[in-house]
């Protein structure tokens, strides 16, 4: 199926994504989840930070057991194939899990997935089940060391030997359950151009350099996978050769919506722990939740967490919609490239602010490495670097977005069955900013790829105005609750003045005559809307509910 649109549609296909409309066995998952972080992982955490690898597969086994590792993989390889939507909501769970829930997300993503959509059935039958129930760890080879946001850069060679094996050298940096790993796929250079291979732990010349002293995250694994006169057999190429980009890129896909799921996780666990502070704490004989500044922060904490959970979950819909086929997978995939990249932009970012703000709320005692938050904090700052860059995502956004409507400006027309003026405005104000954009007098698509600053602010507009839809469309399937209905509100006016600064900026730069544009662009705001006020009654609610409930 060819996609028609970039902006979330309402129709039948889209009815009940959110969490708000998980049915009786999603609930248990997603309980079975949070008990398992809490219960499992949690109190693990300390041996995990001191490199208890043991520990780590246990952990992995147990998730094994629990059927939390095979959400994506078919029944066929022992998995449970249950979908985007699914895999999502236990790596959401798993976001609780710190440095654990990054090794799973490794494990579950870019550890698993290729062989489902690019390998043999042999290669399937040998690594699916082992990956699905945790008596392997799985990790992923693709970074080197002056090979970064430039991943198809890479130097290591795959070598082709007289009985058909490859000789495979080379370092791949950062490698994510470097030391726990039993298989690893790893991209090199071979005459036909970019491949993946399958190597795994215990072939001669592969060996693992010691762990790297990170920031954060300290628990999960990370190391240089060394890679010297690897004899790697034929049969252990997956996909086609020269054609290892293809899968690199579209598993990255997937792997930005997962990271963003978890990154939901994190920022749930982050916002309940700040909130509960400010109900223990007292300053001035009052606890701090009283203080009308401290709840506008949780009100702020909270929005940003219904935007960006919203998104993930709606993607995830939109693409368990689809027919994920090995034939269909490269035409499929790259049509979401959008979607997932704005969407880890979006949940990275979310996580930031909200462990930001709850070190705040926290005071001194935030800085201390005794308190969680601290760890929140650290383990929070990767994922803006994770899985591409924001910036490097910004650019697919802004790329994908533009080369869309260069081929067909009716996808961003207005829905009127939605019905919400707000967002059709902005968008029918957008329109006109990439009319203007894409004229060839303006700037060309190939001068466009040096105006970087334009892309994040045409990217940044996308991401407001994708997830600004989602949560319209959310609200409309819900039961129209009036804590939904405040941040909701709240979001649509956040978003149209963000939109609209970042409209104003575009135009000043590519419009001859920019007052032309900017007067409807200025019309975008309701300075009436009572902010203070939505944001009270968020508060009210969250702090009611002593946790982000929804």
């Known amino acids: ?109 870019v550890g698993t997935l290729p062989y489902m959509y690019f390998g043999t059935p042999e290669q399937k039958k040998k690594c699916l089940p082992k990956l699905a129930s945790g008596e392997w760890v799985g990790a992923y080879a693709l970074t080197e060391p002056n090979a970064g946001s430039d991943a198809l850069a890479a130097k290591a060679t795959a070598k082709l030997n007289d009985d058909g094996s490859y000789r495979l050298n080379g370092e791949k940096q950062w490698i994510t359950n470097a030391h726990l790993a039993n298989v690893y796929v790893v991209f090199a250079k071979t005459e036909e151009g970019m491949t993946a291979f399958i190597v ?187 899985e591409g860059t924001n910036e490097i995502n910004r650019l697919t956004v802004a790329r994908s977005i533009t080369k869309l409507f260069a081929k067909d400006a009716s996808v961003f027309e207005a829905d009127d069955a939605l019905g919400n003026e707000q967002y059709n405005k902005a968008l029918a104000a957008f329109n006109k900013v990439m009319q203007t954009l894409t004229s060839e007098e303006v700037i060309s698509l190939k001068e466009f790829e040096n105006e970087q600053e334009l892309m994040r602010l045409i990217s940044d507009t996308v991401m407001d105005l994708y997830l600004m839809k989602a949560v319209l469309i959310r609200v409309e399937e819900s039961k129209k609750r009036d804590i939904e209905q405040a941040l909701v509100a709240y979001i649509t006016h956040d978003s149209s003045r963000k939109i609209q600064a970042n409209l104003l900026e575009i135009t000043a730069r590519i419009a001859k005559d920019p007052a032309a544009l900017q007067g409807e662009i200025r019309d975008l705001t309701v300075d009436s809307v009572d902010l203070i006020g939505l944001k009270r009654q968020i508060a009210d609610y969250m702090i009611e509910k002593g946790s982000y409930s929804l």
């Open 1 to 109: 199926m060819t996609r028609t649109y970039i902006f979330p549609q309402m129709n039948d296909t889209t009815k009940k994504f959110a969490p708000d409309h998980f049915n009786d066995e999603e609930k248990l998952i997603e309980q079975t989840v949070e008990q398992f972080a809490a219960e499992r992982v949690y109190p693990s955490l300390e041996k995990l930070e001191s490199y208890d690898y043991a520990t780590a597969r246990q952990l992995f086994e147990e998730a094994g057991e629990l059927g939390l590792l095979g959400a994506d993989v078919p029944e066929d390889y022992d998995g449970m194939e249950m979908g985007k939507k699914i895999s999502g909501l236990v790596a959401e769970g798993l976001g609780h899990g710190s440095s654990f829930g990054v090794s799973f997300n490794i494990h579950t993503g």
């Open 200 to 386: 795994e732990r215990d072939m001669p010349g592969v060996s693992v350099g010691p762990e790297e002293q990170k920031m954060g995250i300290k628990g999960s694994s990370t190391a240089t996978l060394i890679l010297e006169d690897v004899n790697v057999p034929e049969e252990n190429i997956l996909g086609e050769r020269g054609k290892g980009h293809y899968i690199a890129l579209n598993i990255l896909n997937l792997a930005r919506l997962k990271l963003a799921f978890s990154n939901i996780g994190s920022g749930k666990q982050a916002f309940n722990t700040a909130l509960q502070y400010t109900q223990e704490r007292k300053q001035f004989n009052r606890e701090l939740s009283q203080f009308s500044m401290l709840r506008e922060k949780l009100a702020m904490m909270a929005a940003s967490i219904y935007r960006a959970e919203t998104g993930v979950y709606y993607t995830a819909r939109l693409i368990d919609e689809e027919d994920l086929s090995e034939e269909n997978i490269l035409k499929v995939l790259p049509q979401y490239a959008a979607d997932c990249a704005l969407n880890k932009v979006a949940a990275s970012e979310m996580l930031d602010y909200v462990v930001d703000e709850g070190v705040q709320m926290h005071g001194g005692y935030g800085y201390m490495e005794e308190y969680d938050i601290e760890r929140m904090y650290r383990d929070a700052r990767i994922n803006r670097i994770f």
